[in-house]
């Protein structure tokens, strides 16, 4: 199955901090997207286990990009 909201693989920990925050706000607007999303399905009554075990898994990415920017701060 395939969502508006895949992962694309961005980690490295030499970008330097205005790549790292481009990619958290792209990562941002992706999480707030995907739980609208997640929250229309449930209210329309679909099964969205498998989007939600998604969007913990991009929740977790945008988390460890905030870690790296806190760090280099």
């Known amino acids: 199955m395939t969502h508006a909201f895949d992962p694309v693989e961005h980690r490295s920990t030499s970008r330097?901090?205005?790549?790292?925050?481009a990619r958290r706000r792209t990562l941002e607007?992706?999480?707030?997207?995907?739980?609208?999303r997640i929250d229309q399905a449930v209210l329309s009554g679909s099964?969205?286990?498998d989007w939600e075990s998604?969007?913990?898994r991009l929740l977790d990415e945008y988390e460890d990009v905030c870690r790296e920017l806190d760090q280099a701060a």
């Open 54 to 56: 998604f969007w913990l």
């Open 16 to 21: 330097p901090s205005t790549d790292l925050d």
């Open 47 to 49: 099964d969205v286990t």
């Open 29 to 36: 607007v992706r999480v707030d997207d995907g739980y609208q």
